[in-house]
């Protein structure tokens, strides 16, 4: 397990906890929980824009190449609908359509369960002798009852929207989206200083180009359930944007008029404080997503609520990333690009430079003038007396007598 750095743990920081820094271990759960800075996001940026720079070329190729499939209240176009009775499948409905019209439709989905189940079928526009061909080939084939229980042919609508109509439903969707993120921008900009600005916009474009894109990679149809879910999830990552970065000012007030800790590891500290809390705030925004997907569109059938669904679920887990491993990268990457951060972080990281040299100087010198003074260095640094070259004047106990001395006898 990876030790906490010392270089992120701040001593004056209101999370400090005993062993933080001092190279004890602690379990991934404790980093998390204690957020005192074991995790290195900020150095580590440059991995994190990778991911997000993968994730944007997907979704900018899948939305080039293979676009979105817009939903019939925006493109226009026919619908047919008809009681599913235990005969009626969507891969029967489609063999009746394709021998009437002679192409398959649009989409065929199954709605409903029980007796209230229905097969709606989605096409380009038909001429009303195309719908009525359709709608009497539908009754012959599958025979479809009415509410009193009665076969009726009427139990088959046609519903036509035109594509006039599909046009405006599309400007008025796109206009609510712009003044959405305009007024966001705004309050933003109000909010935060300016680099924060710019990297709380840049993480509200990252998430939205993300979940577009995943969307259009999905070929779910773009319905206004899903505009309204995109304008709910980018409210999210507003929210959690801000709860990010207000840690982030708070720790840094006045690092500028110090200099133990550079900007970067007071952000990466407040990144640390407030991942726990957007892991937490993500899966308990997601749980009722994952309970609408399963209960709503896998067990009642009822597929109108899939596009809400997965626009909020994609949408709230590409947020929760972004805001930590997007949002606070990118300000101090901006930070240390130009102005008082950047003077300041290398003035710190010069002061520490300078102290490690003085640090390795004294010990050289420690070490040499130990070894002038006849001490040998050994491997830790200390000296200790050497033998060579000293003479005591008595022989060592059990030496035997020279030679000189033996000749002096005689």
Do not use: C
């Not at 009497?136 to 009415?146: M, R, V």
């Not at 305009?182 to 710019?198: G, H, K, P, Q």
């Not at 997907?293 to 609520?305: C, N, R």
């Amino acid at each position: 397990m990876a030790k906490s750095s010392p270089v992120a743990v701040d001593s004056d920081s209101e999370l400090d906890y005993e062993g933080a820094g001092s190279g004890k271990q602690h379990s991934l759960f404790e980093r998390l929980y204690t957020g005192t800075g074991g995790f290195e996001i900020v150095g580590k940026r440059k991995v994190y824009y990778g991911i997000a720079a993968v994730l944007i070329a997907i979704a900018a190729l899948s939305m080039g190449l293979k676009g979105f499939t817009l939903g019939i209240d925006f493109a226009g176009g026919s619908r047919i609908q008809l009681p599913a009775a235990a005969d009626v499948t969507t891969s029967k409905v489609d063999d009746v359509y394709r021998s009437v019209i002679g192409h398959d439709p649009v989409t065929t989905q199954k709605v409903g369960s029980g007796s209230s189940a229905t097969i709606q079928l989605r096409s380009d526009t038909l001429t009303n002798e195309q719908a009525d061909k359709l709608q009497n080939a539908l009754f012959d084939a599958f025979h479809p009852k009415d509410a009193s229980g009665q076969p009726n042919r009427n139990a088959i609508s046609v519903a036509e929207i035109s594509e006039t109509w599909g046009g405006q439903v599309t400007h008025k969707a796109l206009l609510a989206l712009v003044v959405f993120v305009v007024l966001t921008m705004i309050y933003i900009a109000i909010r935060f200083e300016r680099d924060m600005s710019i990297a709380a916009i840049g993480s509200l474009f990252f998430n939205l180009i993300v979940t577009a894109g995943i969307y259009s990679l999905v070929g779910f149809e773009v319905t206004p359930a899903a505009v309204i879910g995109l304008l709910t999830i980018l409210g999210y990552v507003l929210y959690d944007n801000v709860v990010v970065f207000d840690k982030v000012e708070e720790n840094t007030r006045g690092v500028l008029h110090l200099t133990k800790h550079t900007y970067a590891e007071k952000a990466n500290l407040a990144a640390n404080q407030t991942l726990m809390r957007s892991i937490n705030t993500t899966v308990i925004g997601i749980l009722p997503i994952i309970g609408m997907l399963v209960i709503a569109v896998w067990l009642l059938g009822v597929g109108t609520l899939k596009d809400l669904a997965l626009v909020q679920l994609v949408g709230m887990i590409v947020g929760g990333y972004s805001s930590i491993f997007f949002a606070v990268p990118i300000l101090v990457s901006i930070k240390e690009t130009w102005g008082p951060v950047a003077e300041h972080t290398k003035r710190v990281l010069n002061r520490r430079q300078g102290g490690a040299k003085a640090r390795v100087g004294a010990a050289a010198a420690e070490r040499a003038g130990a070894a002038g003074r006849g001490g040998e260095v050994v491997a830790n640094g200390a000296a200790r007396p050497s033998s060579r070259g000293q003479n005591t004047g008595a022989p060592r106990p059990g030496a035997r007598p020279s030679g000189k001395r033996q000749q002096r006898r005689h």
